[in-house]
């Protein structure tokens, strides 16, 4: 009854109204200066918003249910990452959606996924719970940040918009493809930048060593991406004119060793007692550079063009802008500090041949941050004409508007959508009903495998293979096998029409 509750229609349209009235008291406690309430609300809505996303009760197709599998089986073997834990037929190991050792993906993320089953059970929920939790932590980091840079005012507009993006809010729940890994990775990248901002600040090592590690367990969710770290920390360092040439020097070392042992253990690990699987995925990441891998392709402007879209229709005003504020202040090193942020990764990714719109998820602090300044410059610009006036109303409105839109469209609030399908239910019943067995013809066996525990597979098995297996021990399950009948002799332990 209550799961009905939290799926339904009715419930989308209650958050709806409760995230309205949240947002607006949230703003009003800023306004009376009651900044420590006005964040703790956006932080709470932010995670009801994750969180209904999250009452999807299957797994999304690309990447969660990977991810879930591994995660799931990294419970029981946390160093020996496997997609197929016991795969009983061969496997090409260059295959990473139906391979054993899987190293497709950097582990922390999935450590995080895997503790949290560990302790709540393996359902959708616990899967996701880590990264729901990091992606509403990150708004506090994003107001953080952006005070440092602006003010409290910017840094609150850049928050909410933070607490509202449908893409960040689907990724967190699975929805979208690179999933929780970007959310993982988002939080770390903005984890180190707020300890190099106090690390400017304070001049203390420990929080340079702690901003170090943030970005190596960056590497260790999203490989080397996270290295966007090192030129923000830089110009942070360099801006606040208190550190010498020797000073910059040995900290930036010490930020880079840090991070170097956070990192490279675990692929001396990998490399020492997986070295195929390793050097091939270490191979394929760096193919996905000259050549559009699995069909992700684009042309040089895609990633431009995907900036609209996540982030509202009028962001390229902002950008504008801000090239504008550097150019007429070349000497804002925290001005330089955000534009490398968002330029870095936005022109690198622009030339890599395989696109996807998660690859520069990592960027959107910065530009909620940017989109914010923005905004405060239009309250504040003077006009003598009633006509802009309007206008720049029109516009700042807007500016907050069209990304609001853009999330409602995303979080899908007023859907009649299925979010508990009946296929999903008959695989849970099956549970551990089936040991040492094995599936066939199941047209979707990295969901079977995370709801029971089956080995499945999506083609149908020969004789020959059905005998093997049996005579091994397995019991052997077809799925829906009734025009391959005639295959199988009598006496073979087959299951048919489990469903």
Same mark, same amino acid.
């Given at each position: ?35 420590? !309430? #006005?964040? %703790? +609300?956006?932080? *709470?809505? $932010? /995670?009801?918003?994750? @969180? ?7 797994? =999304? ?95 609150? !507009? #850049?928050? %909410? +918009?933070?607490? *509202?993006? $449908? /893409?960040?809010?689907? @990724? ?7 999933? =929780? ?319």
């Amino acid at each position: 009854m209550l799961l009905n509750l939290f799926t339904s229609q009715t419930f989308g349209i209650i958050l709806v109204l409760l995230s309205c009235s949240g947002y607006y008291l949230s703003f009003k406690a800023h306004q009376k200066s009651n900044f420590k !309430i #006005a964040i %703790f +609300l956006l932080v *709470i809505l $932010g /995670l009801f918003l994750r @969180l209904y996303c999250s009452f999807d009760f299957y797994l =999304h197709s690309w990447d969660e249910k990977f991810h879930a599998l591994v995660a799931k089986n990294l419970i029981g073997h946390p160093f020996k990452p496997t997609l197929y834990d016991n795969p009983v037929l061969p496997y090409d190991y260059t295959n990473w959606t139906s391979n054993h050792i899987w190293l497709h993906k950097q582990p922390f993320s999935l450590w995080s996924m895997a503790f949290s089953m560990w302790l709540f059970g393996c359902n959708e929920i616990a899967l996701r719970f880590p990264s729901i939790l990091l992606s509403s932590l990150s708004i506090v980091l994003t107001y953080s940040i952006g005070k440092y840079f602006f003010s409290r005012k910017i840094a609150f !507009i #850049a928050a %909410f +918009l933070f607490s *509202i993006n $449908g /893409l960040l809010i689907e @990724l967190s729940s699975g929805r979208i493809p690179t999933d =929780h890994v970007d959310s993982f990775f988002i939080f770390f990248i903005l984890m180190g930048i707020y300890l190099s901002v106090k690390f400017s600040e304070k001049k203390l090592l420990i929080l340079n060593i702690l901003a170090g590690m943030s970005m190596g367990i960056a590497i260790l969710c999203k490989w080397l991406p996270a290295l966007i770290i090192v030129p923000v920390w830089l110009f942070l360092v360099y801006d606040v004119r208190t550190f010498s040439r020797k000073e910059i020097i040995f900290n930036l070392i010490i930020l880079i060793m840090t991070a170097v042992a956070v990192f490279l253990p675990w692929q001396l690990y990998s490399y020492m007692n997986y070295p195929l699987e390793y050097l091939w995925e270490q191979a394929y990441n760096t193919k996905h550079l000259y050549e559009s891998v699995e069909n992700h392709s684009g042309s040089f402007f895609y990633f431009f063009n995907k900036l609209r879209i996540n982030y509202g229709e009028l962001i390229y005003l902002p950008l504008i802008w801000f090239g504008r504020e550097i150019y007429l202040n070349p000497k804002n090193y925290k001005n330089w500090a955000i534009c490398l942020w968002i330029t870095l990764p936005l022109v690198f990714f622009s030339f890599v041949s395989t696109k996807m719109p998660g690859y520069i998820a990592f960027i959107a602090p910065a530009l909620f941050i940017v989109t914010a300044a923005f905004f405060d410059f239009l309250l504040k610009v003077e006009f003598k004409r009633n006509f802009f006036k309007l206008f720049r109303t029109l516009l700042a409105v807007s500016l907050i508007i069209l990304p609001i839109r853009y999330s409602i469209e995303r979080i899908k609030p007023f859907s009649r959508t299925d979010r508990n399908p009946e296929k999903i239910i008959r695989l849970k019943n099956l549970g551990n009903e089936y040991q040492n067995a094995v599936l066939f013809n199941y047209s979707d066996p990295v969901t079977a495998m995370f709801y029971t525990n089956l080995t499945a597979y999506s083609q149908m098995p020969d004789s020959i293979t059905v005998k093997e297996l049996s005579e091994k021990g397995y019991l052997i399950l077809i799925n829906n096998p009734s025009e391959f009948d005639s295959k199988f002799k009598t006496g073979i332990p087959v299951i048919l029409n489990f469903e």
